[in-house]
């Protein structure tokens, strides 16, 4: 095997243009196969999750499952497709043991869905429209164990074990046309587009969308063509593609590998590539010289689909807000930057501030607790946001305790602590853990009484005008306290005992 | 001409895994050519003019519920295997030496 010296990307781009095709399988979050009832559960026993018709035995046929036709049509609805007012199933006929058919229940030539566009908001605000060719239903394949080879790959492998629960899960392919324009900002714009998708398909509800569990897997093809030249250059297909880190990694990685691969007079290969998550790059898999024949013809055991019109704008109804719309409603209705949106949506704590809301908590607030004290924690312990132990009614709970005064920042720090621990509620750790406000005005004037006498020096400073000095005191009535002081109220108490004008 | 030999019967028979009679394999030749040739006369009769047809029934829309449906023990899928290892189809080994 060769290898190629990588092109900067900048003299990548002072040479080429960048085409992209990316091709993404989601795997719809129904309770049964697209074409049987077996379930779809995952996690469970191999080979427990089968019938005749998965298993292609003789004599069994296949029957469509109406949520999976469902889903597919408000997929295409949702990518602004036309639906195809009839279409047929195919067989994708291939020898390879994933299938023990030996062929895919696909669509060919008559997708349910076609000719559509989504739109992607980059990280700067700008907007750039990705056209889709088509969406279409199909099936998963079961899952291959290789034996006998180093690390389990089936180069040298001596034999191959077979699971076929996952085989005749539904999928939907969605194809995009190429994408062309997007030059510099082509590994940018292939994450914001697979992110996009990933936000529509979960806000349809159709499927979870993770694509840590292979919910969702992109393929990126890409070629370069010299600049000003018409023609597309040869593509490569990137498959398994499967973190949106990794989309924009080996869109990039591909650029600088075909620029080597061009300038030194050589030709780029037709051919599939495999991605390796630890160092970004691809290997060469299988040369695809020509298309491959997988004798397609319509499947004679499914009869035609053939989506009502009066169905489909009854589905049409169904469809949620457009998440980059959203974003931004909400982005602009909380009065924040796209930077601190942005901050927000990586963090994944849209929908955690969100459900605090619901429950209660001005916006302002639900923000400050999931971007600061809980994301903070999450990084810590390597979780995401959703999956700390706390709920956002309680976080919203949280939020109460503090605007009625009976917690101050710091007490609430310590009270999700403790919720974080298992302690109960944010109610339930108050208590146990005696963490009220001291708002008991004896005490508190006590404690601030002490705080002047010990810090005589401090005290005159503010008493001959320096009122920024009062924050020592503030922190050593705090420190009396162990914090369990309002630290506004404290510094009004010590300005009004000094005689001093806040 | 035949539509089909004898030896592509067996071959056929091979690759679908059925243990075929020698008389068994007269048998089906005969039947299977029969059947060819009778689709080569179809063939012959159908012009431009006629469309394919891939389903000869006038359906369309024919959907089951999404409710699941009791599945197959793994004994019982795998009872027809001729290989099996840790409750799995065993194949053959995919990609050969290269």
Same mark, same amino acid.
């Given at each position: 095997m060769t290898v190629t010296d990588l092109v900067s990307y900048e003299d990548v781009l002072a040479s080429y243009d960048p085409v992209m095709g990316l091709e993404v399988h989601v795997e719809l979050?129904? #309770?049964?196969k697209m074409f049987c009832g077996c379930s779809t559960t995952l996690?469970? @026993?191999? #080979?427990?999750?089968?019938c005749p018709t998965c298993l292609g035995l003789p004599g069994s046929l296949p029957v469509v499952n109406a949520t999976g036709v469902e889903s597919a049509i408000r997929i295409g609805l949702a990518l602004n497709c036309e639906i195809a007012q009839w279409c047929r199933f195919a067989r994708k006929n291939?020898?390879? =043991?994933?299938m023990p058919k030996n062929f895919q229940t696909s669509q060919y @030539?008559? %997708?349910?869905?076609?000719?559509g566009f989504l739109d992607v908001q980059l990280e700067d605000g700008e907007v750039f429209r990705v056209e889709i060719e088509r969406a279409h239903m199909e099936e998963d394949t079961g899952k291959s164990t290789h034996i006998g080879g180093a690390t389990g790959r089936?180069?040298?492998? !001596?034999h191959s074990l077979l699971d076929?629960? /996952?085989?005749?899960i539904p999928l939907i392919e969605i194809v995009t046309r =190429?994408? &062309?324009?997007?030059?510099?900002?082509a590994p940018e714009v292939a994450k914001a587009y697979v992110a996009e998708l990933r936000e529509l398909i979960k806000a349809l509800g159709v !499927?979870?969308?993770?694509m840590e569990m292979g919910q969702m897997r992109c393929d990126v093809n890409l070629s370069l063509r010299p600049i000003g030249r018409e023609k597309f250059g040869t593509r490569s297909e990137t498959k398994n593609v499967n973190s949106l880190r990794s989309v924009e990694r080996a869109t990039r990685f591909e650029m600088q590998r075909h620029a080597g691969v061009l300038n030194a007079g050589g030709t780029i290969l037709q051919e599939t590539r495999h991605f390796h998550e630890e160092d970004g790059s691809t290997t060469s898999g299988?040369? +695809?010289?020509?298309?491959?024949?997988? /004798?397609?013809? =319509?499947? %004679?055991?499914l009869v035609p689909v053939a989506p009502s019109r009066e169905w489909v704008e009854e589905l049409r109804g169904t469809l949620p807000e457009l998440p980059r719309l959203r974003r931004n409603r909400l982005r602009e209705e909380w009065g924040i930057s796209e930077h601190e949106m942005q901050s927000v949506l990586n963090a994944g704590a849209l929908d955690p501030i969100l459900a605090t809301i619901d429950a209660g908590a001005p916006a302002d607030q639900s923000r400050k607790w999931w971007m600061g004290e809980l994301a903070r924690r999450a990084n810590e312990d390597g979780v995401d946001l959703g999956s700390l132990p706390i709920t956002p009614e309680q976080v919203a709970r949280l939020c109460e305790l503090v605007a009625e005064g009976s917690l101050n920042d710091k007490l609430a720090r310590q009270t999700i602590e403790g919720v974080l621990a298992g302690e109960g509620t944010p109610d339930e750790v108050v208590d146990k853990r005696g963490? +009220? &406000? &001291?708002?008991d005005e004896g005490a508190l004037g006590k404690a601030v009484d002490e705080a002047i006498e010990g810090n005589a020096a401090i005290a005159d400073k503010i008493r001959g005008? +320096? &009122?920024?000095?009062a924050g020592a005191l503030v922190g050593a009535v705090m420190k009396a306290t162990r914090g369990q002081a309002d630290a506004a109220r404290v510094r009004e108490l010590i300005l009004e005992k000094l005689g001093v004008e806040g | 001409m035949p539509g089909i030999t004898r030896e592509e019967v067996a071959h056929l028979a091979r690759l679908a895994r059925l243990e075929l009679k020698d008389e068994e394999l007269d048998h089906f030749a005969g039947q299977l050519d029969d059947i060819i040739g009778a689709v080569a006369a179809v063939s012959e009769v159908a012009d431009e003019d006629v469309p394919p047809t891939?389903? $000869?029934? $006038?359906?369309?829309?024919v959907m089951r519920p999404d409710e699941v449906r009791p599945s197959l023990t793994a004994d019982q899928a795998l009872s027809g295997a001729p290989a099996q290892e840790q409750q799995r189809f065993k194949v053959p080994q995919i990609l050969g030496e290269e």
């Amino acid at each position: 095997m060769t290898v190629t010296d990588l092109v900067s990307y900048e003299d990548v781009l002072a040479s080429y243009d960048p085409v992209m095709g990316l091709e993404v399988h989601v795997e719809l979050g129904t #309770n049964t196969k697209m074409f049987c009832g077996c379930s779809t559960t995952l996690g469970a @026993d191999a #080979n427990t999750q089968t019938c005749p018709t998965c298993l292609g035995l003789p004599g069994s046929l296949p029957v469509v499952n109406a949520t999976g036709v469902e889903s597919a049509i408000r997929i295409g609805l949702a990518l602004n497709c036309e639906i195809a007012q009839w279409c047929r199933f195919a067989r994708k006929n291939y020898f390879y =043991p994933d299938m023990p058919k030996n062929f895919q229940t696909s669509q060919y @030539d008559e %997708p349910i869905a076609f000719n559509g566009f989504l739109d992607v908001q980059l990280e700067d605000g700008e907007v750039f429209r990705v056209e889709i060719e088509r969406a279409h239903m199909e099936e998963d394949t079961g899952k291959s164990t290789h034996i006998g080879g180093a690390t389990g790959r089936i180069h040298g492998a !001596s034999h191959s074990l077979l699971d076929y629960n /996952r085989a005749g899960i539904p999928l939907i392919e969605i194809v995009t046309r =190429p994408i &062309v324009g997007a030059g510099a900002r082509a590994p940018e714009v292939a994450k914001a587009y697979v992110a996009e998708l990933r936000e529509l398909i979960k806000a349809l509800g159709v !499927s979870e969308a993770r694509m840590e569990m292979g919910q969702m897997r992109c393929d990126v093809n890409l070629s370069l063509r010299p600049i000003g030249r018409e023609k597309f250059g040869t593509r490569s297909e990137t498959k398994n593609v499967n973190s949106l880190r990794s989309v924009e990694r080996a869109t990039r990685f591909e650029m600088q590998r075909h620029a080597g691969v061009l300038n030194a007079g050589g030709t780029i290969l037709q051919e599939t590539r495999h991605f390796h998550e630890e160092d970004g790059s691809t290997t060469s898999g299988r040369i +695809k010289e020509e298309a491959e024949d997988y /004798r397609y013809f =319509p499947e %004679p055991d499914l009869v035609p689909v053939a989506p009502s019109r009066e169905w489909v704008e009854e589905l049409r109804g169904t469809l949620p807000e457009l998440p980059r719309l959203r974003r931004n409603r909400l982005r602009e209705e909380w009065g924040i930057s796209e930077h601190e949106m942005q901050s927000v949506l990586n963090a994944g704590a849209l929908d955690p501030i969100l459900a605090t809301i619901d429950a209660g908590a001005p916006a302002d607030q639900s923000r400050k607790w999931w971007m600061g004290e809980l994301a903070r924690r999450a990084n810590e312990d390597g979780v995401d946001l959703g999956s700390l132990p706390i709920t956002p009614e309680q976080v919203a709970r949280l939020c109460e305790l503090v605007a009625e005064g009976s917690l101050n920042d710091k007490l609430a720090r310590q009270t999700i602590e403790g919720v974080l621990a298992g302690e109960g509620t944010p109610d339930e750790v108050v208590d146990k853990r005696g963490l +009220k &406000v &001291v708002s008991d005005e004896g005490a508190l004037g006590k404690a601030v009484d002490e705080a002047i006498e010990g810090n005589a020096a401090i005290a005159d400073k503010i008493r001959g005008g +320096k &009122v920024a000095a009062a924050g020592a005191l503030v922190g050593a009535v705090m420190k009396a306290t162990r914090g369990q002081a309002d630290a506004a109220r404290v510094r009004e108490l010590i300005l009004e005992k000094l005689g001093v004008e806040g | 001409m035949p539509g089909i030999t004898r030896e592509e019967v067996a071959h056929l028979a091979r690759l679908a895994r059925l243990e075929l009679k020698d008389e068994e394999l007269d048998h089906f030749a005969g039947q299977l050519d029969d059947i060819i040739g009778a689709v080569a006369a179809v063939s012959e009769v159908a012009d431009e003019d006629v469309p394919p047809t891939s389903h $000869p029934l $006038p359906l369309t829309n024919v959907m089951r519920p999404d409710e699941v449906r009791p599945s197959l023990t793994a004994d019982q899928a795998l009872s027809g295997a001729p290989a099996q290892e840790q409750q799995r189809f065993k194949v053959p080994q995919i990609l050969g030496e290269e």
